[in-house]
C-alpha cells in the first residue's frame, strides 16, 4: 500500500512528531465536528492522524486552516459516505479483498447494508450498496494498518455504514476505542470502549457488591432522576408533540411555522426574515447520502413531502387494526423503536428486525397472555423513518392470535403500569418500568442492562427462563437499583454530547449550563480514560 507524495510526507511528519512526543497517544477522530466538540479534541494530548467531519463549522475553523493540525488527513463525511478517499491517499496500492476475509466481517456486512438506508436519497441498488460496502472495507483497513493508531474516538456508538466497518475492524484488530454514549439520565454520558459491553460500569457493580447503599450516597442530579421518574409521567423532551411537530414541519414545510411567522411580525422582521427563508430555499445543500445528491432547499424539501405520504401510508395501516388496551388482561408491553435510528442500528443486533423479538414472545408467553405492541408517533414525522417499515408491517405483527397494536396516543405510563412486564430492544420504556417496580425483558445492548429487573433475552430459551421469572412474582429489587445508579454515578460523565441537549432536559436538576463548563467535563472525562 502507498500514499501519494504529500500525503507521505504528511505521514512521516505525524509519525516524528510522535516519537518527539512520545506521551501523545496517536489518534483517528470521527466527527466530533461541532465547536464545542473540537474543543474538547483540542484540549486532549493526542497526536490526530485522521479526521474524519463534515459539519460547516468545522470545515471553516479546522479542515480548511492546516495550521491548526499540520499533521492530520482530514476526511470529508461527505466524501467518506460515498467511498471517496480522504485527499491524498492513493489507494491503487490497496491489496483485493481476500474472499475468506470478507466473510469474517459477514456480521459487519449485514448491519452495514442495513445502516446505509439512513443515507440513501437516490434508492441506490443493493448489488451498488454491497459494492460500496466492499470498498469500505477495503479503505479502511488499508488505513487503519498503516496508520497504526493507538486509539480511535467516536462522538457516539457508529451507527452509520462507514463508521461502523472502522469500529468491526479496529475491533479486530484490537484497536482501543471510545465513544460517548448518551444515557437516559439527563446530564450524564458515558465514555464507553465497546458497542455491546461496559466494562467500567460493571467493575464498578462488581467492587461495591457487598455494600448497601442509599439514596442519600448519589449524586443530587442522579437521586433527582430516580425520584421524578418513579413518580411523574413525563417523556424525554425529544418525545413530546411539541418537538416533534416543529422538527416535522421544518422538514418538508415551504414556509415558516405560523408560530415563527407570529413572532416575526410581533418584532418587525417578518419581511426581512421572509425575504432570507426564500433565498434559503434556492441555495443548493450536499447531504451525506450514498450517491452524490446536492439539491436546492426546496428540492429536498420537496423530497421529504413524497416521503411523508409514504409515512402516512403506514400509518393508515397501522390505525386500522389498532384496539384499545383491556388493562385487566395480562399482558407485555412492547413499545416499538422510532428507525433508522442508534437504538436498533448498533445496538439491536439481529433484533433491528423488531418483528424477530415480537414472535419468540408471542411463542413463550401463557396462554392467557397478550402482547400489546405501540408504535412511536416519531415513525410518521421524522426524517429517513419511511426507510424502516414497510407495506404489511402491521399485519405482520398481528399475525399471531396474541399480539396487538394499540394507538400510539395511548399513554405509555399506563401501558407499563398495567403489564406484567415491558419488552424492547433497548428502549428508555424499560427503564422506566425497572425504576416503577416492572420487569423488562431487553434484547439488545444498553447501558442498563446491567441493572436489577433487566432480563436479557437472545432466543427462545432465555425468553423462556425470562416468563418463569416473571410469572414466579419477579420484581426488580429497589436496592439493587440503586446500588446501580451509584455505579453509574462513579462511571459516567457530567454533561452532554450535543447541544441538542443543553438545558432541555427539565426532568432533572443539571448542573452544566452551558458549552465551556460541558468542554472542562467531557474533556476531563476522556482524560481520565486516556490514563488507564
Request: charged share 25%; aromatic share 12%; net charge positive.
Amino acid at each position: 500500500m502507498s500514499y501519494k507524495t504529500k500525503n507521505q510526507n504528511k505521514i512521516q511528519n505525524n509519525r516524528s512528531h510522535q516519537s518527539s512526543t512520545s506521551k501523545k497517544m496517536r489518534a483517528m477522530i470521527f466527527d466530533f465536528h461541532s465547536k464545542m466538540l473540537t474543543e474538547v479534541i483540542k484540549s486532549l494530548p493526542l497526536d490526530i492522524a485522521y479526521w474524519t467531519a463534515g459539519k460547516r463549522d468545522f470545515m471553516s475553523d479546522v479542515f480548511n486552516n492546516k495550521a491548526l493540525f499540520p499533521n492530520t488527513i482530514f476526511h470529508n463525511s461527505n466524501d467518506a459516505v460515498l467511498g471517496i478517499p480522504a485527499e491524498g491517499i492513493d489507494v491503487s496500492f490497496f491489496k483485493p479483498l481476500d474472499p475468506t476475509f470478507i466473510k469474517s466481517f459477514f456480521e459487519c456486512e449485514i448491519s452495514s447494508l442495513i445502516m446505509m438506508d439512513s443515507t440513501d436519497w437516490t434508492q441506490t441498488p443493493l448489488s451498488k450498496k454491497m459494492h460500496l460496502y466492499h470498498v469500505y472495507l477495503k479503505y479502511w483497513y488499508g488505513v487503519l494498518t498503516t496508520l497504526k493508531p493507538d486509539i480511535i474516538l467516536f462522538n457516539d456508538p457508529p451507527h452509520m455504514s462507514y463508521k461502523y466497518v472502522v469500529y468491526c475492524l479496529a475491533k479486530s484488530l484490537g484497536i482501543r476505542q471510545l465513544m460517548l454514549r448518551n444515557t437516559q439520565i439527563a446530564g450524564r454520558v458515558l465514555i464507553a470502549d465497546d458497542v455491546a459491553d461496559c466494562k467500567k460500569l460493571r467493575a464498578s457493580l462488581e467492587k461495591n457488591a457487598q455494600k448497601i447503599f442509599s439514596l442519600g450516597d448519589l449524586s443530587p442530579d442522579i437521586r433527582d432522576h430516580y425520584e421524578k421518574k418513579r413518580a411523574v409521567d413525563k417523556s424525554p423532551f425529544y418525545f413530546r408533540a411539541e418537538n416533534t411537530k416543529e422538527r416535522s414541519h421544518q422538514l418538508s414545510g415551504f414556509l415558516p411555522s405560523t408560530r415563527a411567522i407570529g413572532k416575526n411580525i410581533k418584532e418587525g422582521t417578518f419581511f426581512k426574515t421572509f425575504f432570507s427563508y426564500i433565498r434559503m430555499l434556492r441555495m443548493k445543500n450536499e447531504t451525506l447520502s450514498l450517491e452524490r445528491f446536492r439539491k436546492p432547499a426546496w428540492a429536498i424539501k420537496l423530497q421529504e413531502r413524497k416521503w411523508q405520504k409514504i409515512k402516512n401510508e403506514f400509518k393508515k395501516e397501522y390505525e386500522i387494526y389498532q384496539i384499545q388496551p383491556d388493562y385487566t388482561k395480562k399482558y407485555i408491553y412492547i413499545p416499538l423503536h422510532r428507525q433508522p435510528e442508534l437504538s436498533t442500528l448498533t445496538d439491536g443486533d439481529v433484533f433491528i428486525d423488531q418483528l424477530l423479538m415480537i414472535d419468540i414472545l408471542s411463542n413463550v408467553i401463557p396462554s392467557d397472555w397478550v402482547i400489546y405492541a405501540k408504535e412511536s408517533p416519531l415513525q410518521w414525522l421524522m426524517p429517513r423513518t419511511h426507510v424502516a417499515r414497510f407495506k404489511g408491517y402491521t399485519e405482520e405483527i398481528i399475525k399471531k392470535k396474541n399480539v396487538f397494536v394499540v394507538p400510539a396516543r395511548v399513554s405509555t405510563f399506563d401501558l407499563i403500569k398495567n403489564a406484567h412486564a415491558v419488552a424492547t430492544v433497548n428502549g428508555t420504556p424499560a427503564w422506566e418500568a425497572v425504576l416503577r417496580g416492572k420487569p423488562a425483558l431487553v434484547f439488545g445492548y444498553s447501558w442498563y442492562i446491567y441493572c436489577d429487573g433487566m432480563l436479557r433475552v437472545r432466543d427462545m430459551e432465555s425468553a423462556k427462563d425470562a416468563l418463569k421469572k416473571i410469572q414466579a412474582g419477579y420484581k426488580p429489587d429497589q436496592q439493587k437499583v440503586i446500588n446501580f445508579l451509584k455505579a453509574i454515578d462513579e462511571v459516567t460523565t457530567r454533561g452532554y454530547r450535543d447541544e441538542r441537549f443543553r438545558n432541555k432536559d427539565d426532568a432533572n436538576i443539571t448542573f452544566i449550563k452551558n458549552d465551556e463548563e460541558n468542554i472542562k467535563s467531557l474533556t476531563a472525562g476522556f482524560l481520565k480514560e486516556l490514563r488507564q
